[in-house]
């Protein structure tokens, strides 16, 4: 087998695209390896992604040709090997568990991710339970006044090391809309609820006041309007009346670590495809 | 065995009530089956639920001497027998999915009810799919100009049929701020969301809108305070973005039954505790 | 839109399949609104589910023209009315959970099926918590001597029902080898237990002794190898030391009841592909 | 506060040990802060956990006392303190996941755990992706000729360190009937299924070759039945066809290291307590 390529591609539907698509990898001696379609009946759009083999395919030849025929149909589209770990750049404050949750998937193999640096308002010392390790660790302290500074070493670190995906780790900061606009569609946040509900500051205090009978979190991406990007994967586990606010902290661990991978997984497999303020989760 | 009993009690937190109230029955001459206890550190407050035996006490001398006791401690306290089937009317619109499934549940004798009246703004007829069978139907149109008159009505048909619980089984309107404090505690409504998200109508389209990745019900007490009741349970299923809001619907539509019909046991078996704005649920 | 049609095939893997599938169809004009494939790298087999919209095309005529290509691959084929409800005959015994299940859904609209006829070896008013109406009743009892004879009943009344699907619904008989090969590949089991633990009687009352913590349902197709034939679906809830197998019981009456309603749908929407002892299923 | 304490027992059940147990903790001057009980109807048992704040009472004559009582009843009971770290010692081979997940929620301090040792038939270096930092390694490599010598190894080590729970975080190796006898009712293992499905080595290849559709690990304590013992905990997540045997290997890792992790957290709480093959859980 020759490297695995991914496509994605979205565009308004019409009759042909999927024969069309894989008429032309089949052309080009590609053999599909999975493939997924979505037709959203509301916007009208078309969207869709291939795994394949391109076997003796020239990949450049492949993007070249493909290039042509997408532009026709005014396609919005991206080609990329399937199996090279996305670079990433991974934000903490002081609570470390997605980090550390992230770091040992990347280490045993199971996260498809190469870590290009970590980011932290906080010093090294402050992520002592975390089995950093060689990983390049930035402390960048931020305050009111410092935040766009900072922000711009963000920016310079991330362009340095070729970042493709930005993971808010339970970064306990908001994003300036410079800052999101600028990581737009490859910024991902884990957010400590089940949104929409209990969107700000401390959602696990408003889940015990409120008096649920679950908690979750959310992970999505990163927008200007905060806590309503798009949202990527989602998970909840009941709690009970004898639960306190701390208990709900430390069940929430859990469950923002698993849905922050989750949600890492599915965007570096090329599994995510934005449509407006939602996304299309093509799993296996 | 005589017929099993179950007390309820709340009261301001102090060492020695588990030890008295447990010695309470022993000196009586009953016998514990089940107990539980929860103490709320934030309101300082003890809530205890105990099922037992009675063997060869009286009831009414228990009682009486009981009430004597939490008088004391000003107890709030309720000795009911267990196994008595609780009677129950239910209120339903043109959606019958929750009605079918209670009555099913009764019918098998899987939950110890007694429906002791239907009561729906639609006429029999529109509830077609369910077996209704011999339980009393009342129609009760309701408009905005007729709405105090009817819920009069169904306060009239609770009281002649002793009702002791009203379960809205997806009733689609809202109780008047008299009637929500008429049944006070003793009314539970279903909304088809995960509350506190998606308040209101349409629950199924506005998450579908906002692209969350699951969907979920919520069992509560009604309260004056629209969708804010006590909550006693709630449940989830994981969807994705192929889902209409015609497929949310339908997959809500389990979600719901099975979400109310928890949440009308754990009351009928006395095991939900109110706790201001929360509950406490004293599962087996 | 016309009909839409769904196309269900399996082959030896080989490149092109699905650039030759999808292009017939578009070289008929058809319109592709769902398409899913996987590759077992295992048995290398190719398995594909496409539901399209066929236009203007003759479905004769494409049937006729799809035949001949699958002819030359090798493939197993059906192509079928996407939305044509599925006849169905629902066996069920005392125990008529699933049954009432089955048969709110077909009311409501929500499961696409047809029920030509219920089969039971209990007489009608066995079953007397379920809102049968006018569906027809069959009653069959079952002995050891009169087994052969019965089934051969069974299969009269599916053939003169024109019956596609048998649905198992807790008919708590063993069906000799002939009636399971007889109707193999067409017939749905639920099975109380989270397979392949607990085969065999009362796995309620083992899932007890063992101690689990969890307990389950699987629906599979039926073989001549009892409870091990392919797994549709399979979900499962938890349990505690408190419940006694009565409470199993209970609980599990869920599971079944959803478990086997997936399953159904799953199959009569053309879903599930079986390959060797196991399954494809293809959800949206 | 004082310290609080954690008392469990189990005796035949009788009427009046509810009463007598809170009432002998009464008059001593302690405060219930939790208790739980159950009464087994089938081996006519009762069991029961109660936390407490001993007050001024003295922890010694307390224990004093009740052991007094506790022989005319013919009680099994313990008396801990409540907060105290049990001295857990950790055996792994070469998958490290619930060693890195164990280590890490004692880290942050979020199992009261104090890993007193860890016991490994791999070399320090083969757990390379874990943060093992001070915690004692032993590397004590095992063949079928030293399994006798090796395990005395491992008692020594446990005698040495004071162990109080022994945890096989996926220790592929089978512990004599003399060693699990020696670590009777405080061994925990978790096994990579959900029993008593797939018992026995590579369940996740079995699970695959038989088409489940869910996948679970189990969490129980070790006996001389392999795979027989009785079960803390369980837990399951859905699979699809699409899923290889590598793939279920992947998703089993968070199942397992939850799995273990929630049975140690309730073990070393004194929540769990044996009931013959079964046991009882008294989560809060």
Same mark, same amino acid.
């Given at each position: 087998?020759?490297?695995?390529?991914? &496509?994605?591609?979205?565009?308004?539907?019409?009759?042909? %695209?999927?024969?069309?698509?894989?008429? /032309?990898?089949?052309?080009?001696?590609?053999? %599909?390896?999975?493939?997924?379609?979505?037709?959203?009946r509301?916007? #009208?759009?078309?969207?869709?992604?291939?795994?394949?083999?391109? &076997?003796?395919? #020239?990949?450049?030849?492949l993007? =070249?040709?493909?290039?042509?025929?997408?532009?026709?149909?005014?396609?919005? @589209?991206?080609?990329?090997?399937?199996d090279? =770990? $996305? $670079?990433?750049? %991974?934000?903490?404050s002081?609570?470390?568990?997605? &980090?550390? #949750?992230?770091?040992?998937? @990347?280490?045993?193999?199971?996260l498809?991710?190469?870590?290009?640096?970590i980011?932290?308002?906080?010093?090294?010392?402050?992520?002592?339970?975390?089995?950093?390790?060689?990983?390049?660790?930035?402390?960048?302290?931020?305050?009111?006044?410092?935040?766009?500074?900072?922000?711009?070493?963000?920016?310079?670190?991330?362009?340095?090391?070729?970042?493709?995906?930005?993971? &808010?780790?339970?970064?306990?900061?908001?994003?300036?809309?410079?800052?999101?606009?600028? /990581?737009?569609?490859?910024?991902?946040?884990?957010?400590?609820?089940?949104?929409?509900? /209990?969107?700000?500051?401390?959602?696990?205090?408003?889940?015990?006041?409120?008096?649920?009978?679950?908690?979750?979190?959310?992970?999505?991406?990163?927008?200007?309007d905060?806590?309503?990007?798009?949202?990527i994967?989602?998970?909840?586990?009941?709690?009970?009346?004898?639960?306190?606010?701390?208990?709900?902290? =430390?069940k929430? =661990? #859990?469950?923002?670590?698993?849905?922050?991978?989750?949600?890492?997984r599915?965007?570096?497999?090329?599994?995510?495809?934005?449509n407006g303020?939602?996304?299309?989760?093509?799993?296996?």
């Amino acid at each position: 087998m020759s490297d695995p390529l991914v &496509l994605t591609l979205s565009c308004a539907d019409r009759p042909g %695209i999927t024969a069309n698509v894989t008429g /032309f990898l089949f052309e080009h001696g590609c053999n %599909i390896l999975e493939a997924r379609q979505f037709n959203d009946r509301e916007s #009208d759009r078309f969207f869709m992604r291939i795994a394949f083999d391109p &076997l003796e395919a #020239d990949p450049d030849a492949l993007k =070249r040709d493909f290039a042509a025929y997408a532009d026709r149909l005014g396609m919005d @589209w991206k080609l990329a090997k399937r199996d090279r =770990r $996305r $670079r990433v750049l %991974i934000m903490v404050s002081r609570f470390d568990h997605c &980090l550390a #949750d992230l770091l040992y998937r @990347w280490r045993i193999g199971e996260l498809p991710i190469e870590p290009v640096a970590i980011v932290s308002n906080h010093p090294r010392e402050a992520i002592s339970h975390t089995h950093i390790g060689e990983v390049p660790f930035h402390h960048l302290p931020v305050t009111h006044e410092t935040k766009l500074d900072q922000e711009a070493q963000v920016r310079a670190i991330a362009e340095e090391t070729d970042t493709e995906l930005v993971v &808010l780790a339970r970064y306990m900061q908001i994003l300036s809309d410079e800052q999101a606009a600028h /990581f737009a569609a490859r910024c991902i946040n884990i957010h400590h609820s089940f949104l929409p509900g /209990f969107k700000g500051a401390k959602p696990y205090h408003q889940a015990h006041a409120r008096g649920v009978k679950m908690i979750g979190a959310t992970a999505h991406y990163v927008t200007t309007d905060l806590d309503e990007g798009p949202i990527i994967h989602q998970d909840v586990e009941p709690i009970s009346h004898a639960d306190s606010p701390e208990d709900l902290v =430390r069940k929430g =661990r #859990d469950i923002e670590s698993r849905v922050l991978a989750e949600a890492v997984r599915m965007h570096v497999e090329e599994r995510v495809l934005i449509n407006g303020q939602r996304t299309i989760v093509f799993r296996s």
